[in-house]
C-alpha cells in the first residue's frame, strides 16, 4: 500500500506478492515528481486508483528543492532524489536547445527528466513513467506537438503516461498492454486550473506551491547571469550556486565579483567557501566574493571600488580586507560611481 515498506526502491520478494495483491496491476511506474501541484495529483491520483508509484526529484542547480521537500513532506510523500546537475548543465551547452522566453530549455528539459527516469526504471523495477503534464497548459513544452517531441527526445516516447490528460494522447505501451486501465486516465486540457483544484480537494492535498516561481530559469535576472557565465566558461558547480545569491558585476573575462544583498544571503555565500572574501574593515556592510582570476590590479581596484559603492553609510574612501585560503590582506579603496556599476552589475533592473 502506498506508504508502506513496499515502496522501498528494492522490493523483497514478500513484497512483490503483496502488492499483487494489493494493487491494481503488478506494474510499477516511476512519477516525475517537482513539488507542484500537477505532479502532486498525479502522484495521489494514481495511487488512489490503484498503481504502484515512486515519486522521483531531479536536482538542478535551478530549482530550490526546500518547495518540493515541503510539499512532499506536508502529502506524505517519499521521494526518491537524483542529483542531475551535471547532465542538465551539459544539456544546457548544446547549441541544438531550444530556449523559452529565457534561459529555460523546457523542452529538452523535460526529455532529459524522462530519460534520467527512464535510465533508472530497471533499478527500481518499474516499467513505465508518468507526468503531471498537462495539454496545452504551457505555451512552450505542454502543446501536444511538444510533447510527442519530448517524448521522442528522452527515447522513452512509448512508456510515457500523462494521467491528467491521457485520455487526449495516443495511446502508449502501458495502456495498449493493460499495465494502466485507460478508464483510469483524465482528459484534463488548457490553461484553467478549475479541474486541478476540485481533484486536488478530492485527493485531500494541501500545502502545494503556487505554479509560478520554481524554476530560476524562468527568471530574467537569473538568466541573465547564467548567460554571462555559459560565455566565459564558467558553469562549475561552485559557480553555478552563487548564481543564486546577490548582485553580480562582470569586471574581466575571468574575474566577477558578487555582493551579498541582506545578512541571510551573506551566510549562505560565506558557507559557499567560495574562495576569497571581501570584507569592510571596522564598519558593517555586506559580504563579497571574488570568483576566477581577479588579480590584474586594475581589476582587483574596480572590484574594491564597486563592492564599497554597497556601503552607502561610508565615506567615499575606505579600508577593506580580502581574505584567501586564510590570509587576509587590507586594501585602500574609493567609491565607484553610479555609471560604473551600470556597466559592470549583470542585472537588468
Ligand atoms: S520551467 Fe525549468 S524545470 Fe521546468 S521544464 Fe522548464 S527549464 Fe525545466
Same mark, same amino acid.
Given at each position: 500500500?502506498?506508504?508502506?515498506?513496499?515502496?522501498?526502491?528494492?522490493?523483497?520478494?514478500?513484497?512483490?506478492?503483496?502488492?499483487? $495483491?494489493?494493487? *491494481?496491476?503488478?506494474?510499477?511506474?516511476?512519477?516525475?515528481? /517537482?513539488?507542484?501541484?500537477?505532479?502532486?495529483?498525479?502522484?495521489?491520483?494514481?495511487?488512489? /486508483?490503484?498503481?504502484?508509484?515512486?515519486?522521483?526529484?531531479?536536482?538542478?542547480?535551478?530549482?530550490?528543492?526546500?518547495? @518540493?521537500?515541503?510539499?512532499?513532506? @506536508?502529502?506524505?510523500?517519499?521521494?526518491?532524489?537524483?542529483?542531475?546537475? #551535471?547532465?542538465?548543465?551539459?544539456?544546457?551547452?548544446?547549441?541544438?536547445? &531550444?530556449?523559452?522566453? +529565457?534561459?529555460?530549455?523546457?523542452?529538452?528539459?523535460?526529455?532529459?527528466?524522462?530519460?534520467?527516469?527512464?535510465?533508472?526504471?530497471?533499478?527500481?523495477?518499474?516499467?513505465?513513467?508518468?507526468?503531471?503534464?498537462?495539454?496545452?497548459?504551457?505555451?512552450?513544452?505542454? %502543446?501536444?506537438?511538444?510533447?510527442?517531441? &519530448?517524448?521522442?527526445?528522452?527515447?522513452?516516447?512509448?512508456?510515457?503516461? =500523462?494521467?491528467?490528460?491521457?485520455?487526449?494522447? =495516443?495511446?502508449?505501451?502501458?495502456?495498449?498492454?493493460?499495465?494502466?486501465?485507460?478508464?483510469?486516465?483524465?482528459?484534463?486540457?488548457?490553461?484553467? %486550473?478549475? %479541474?486541478?483544484?476540485?481533484?486536488?480537494?478530492?485527493?485531500?492535498? *494541501?500545502?502545494?506551491?503556487?505554479?509560478?516561481?520554481?524554476?530560476?530559469?524562468?527568471? =530574467?535576472?537569473?538568466?541573465?547571469?547564467?548567460?554571462?557565465?555559459?560565455?566565459?566558461?564558467?558553469?562549475?558547480?561552485?559557480? $553555478?550556486?552563487?548564481?543564486?545569491?546577490?548582485?553580480?558585476?562582470?569586471?574581466?573575462?575571468?574575474? #566577477?565579483?558578487?555582493?551579498?544583498?541582506?545578512?541571510?544571503?551573506? =551566510?549562505?555565500?560565506?558557507?559557499?567557501?567560495?574562495?576569497?572574501?571581501?570584507?569592510?574593515?571596522?564598519?558593517?556592510?555586506?559580504?563579497?566574493?571574488? /570568483?576566477?582570476?581577479?588579480?590584474?590590479?586594475?581589476?582587483?581596484?574596480?572590484?574594491?571600488?564597486?563592492?564599497?559603492?554597497?556601503?552607502?553609510?561610508?565615506? @567615499?574612501?575606505?579600508?577593506?580586507?580580502?581574505?584567501?585560503?586564510?590570509?587576509?590582506?587590507?586594501?585602500?579603496?574609493?567609491?565607484?560611481?553610479?555609471?560604473?556599476?551600470?556597466? +559592470?552589475?549583470?542585472?537588468?533592473?
Amino acid at each position: 500500500m502506498p506508504g508502506s515498506k513496499c515502496l522501498d526502491r528494492y522490493l523483497p520478494a514478500k513484497c512483490l506478492v503483496q502488492m499483487m $495483491m494489493n494493487y *491494481k496491476s503488478q506494474y510499477a511506474a516511476i512519477a516525475l515528481f /517537482s513539488g507542484g501541484l500537477d505532479s502532486l495529483l498525479v502522484i495521489k491520483w494514481m495511487q488512489k /486508483s490503484g498503481y504502484i508509484v515512486y515519486p522521483v526529484y531531479f536536482l538542478t542547480p535551478y530549482m530550490p528543492i526546500e518547495r @518540493a521537500l515541503e510539499s512532499a513532506a @506536508a502529502n506524505n510523500i517519499d521521494l526518491i532524489v537524483r542529483d542531475i546537475s #551535471k547532465e542538465h548543465m551539459e544539456m544546457m551547452q548544446d547549441p541544438q536547445i &531550444v530556449f523559452g522566453k +529565457h534561459m529555460n530549455p523546457c523542452i529538452d528539459c523535460h526529455a532529459l527528466m524522462f530519460k534520467m527516469a527512464g535510465d533508472m526504471l530497471e533499478e527500481l523495477g518499474a516499467h513505465y513513467l508518468v507526468s503531471g503534464e498537462v495539454v496545452g497548459q504551457r505555451p512552450m513544452s505542454q %502543446r501536444k506537438d511538444a510533447m510527442n517531441r &519530448v517524448g521522442k527526445l528522452s527515447g522513452y516516447r512509448d512508456l510515457l503516461v =500523462r494521467p491528467l490528460s491521457q485520455k487526449l494522447l =495516443r495511446d502508449t505501451k502501458p495502456i495498449l498492454e493493460n499495465w494502466v486501465d485507460k478508464a483510469d486516465m483524465l482528459d484534463i486540457s488548457g490553461r484553467g %486550473r478549475y %479541474r486541478q483544484l476540485a481533484l486536488a480537494q478530492e485527493l485531500g492535498i *494541501k500545502n502545494f506551491p503556487a505554479p509560478a516561481g520554481g524554476c530560476l530559469l524562468t527568471d =530574467r535576472n537569473y538568466s541573465l547571469r547564467l548567460k554571462d557565465l555559459m560565455q566565459h566558461k564558467q558553469t562549475d558547480l561552485l559557480n $553555478m550556486e552563487l548564481l543564486k545569491y546577490g548582485r553580480h558585476f562582470r569586471l574581466s573575462h575571468s574575474c #566577477k565579483l558578487i555582493i551579498g544583498r541582506d545578512e541571510s544571503e551573506n =551566510r549562505k555565500m560565506e558557507d559557499l567557501h567560495a574562495g576569497t572574501y571581501v570584507k569592510a574593515l571596522d564598519i558593517a556592510g555586506p559580504l563579497g566574493i571574488l /570568483s576566477g582570476k581577479c588579480d590584474d590590479p586594475d581589476v582587483h581596484k574596480l572590484a574594491l571600488d564597486i563592492f564599497w559603492y554597497y556601503h552607502p553609510k561610508a565615506p @567615499a574612501e575606505g579600508k577593506t580586507v580580502i581574505t584567501t585560503d586564510g590570509d587576509s590582506a587590507e586594501h585602500n579603496c574609493f567609491k565607484a560611481d553610479l555609471e560604473t556599476i551600470k556597466k +559592470h552589475r549583470l542585472s537588468f533592473d
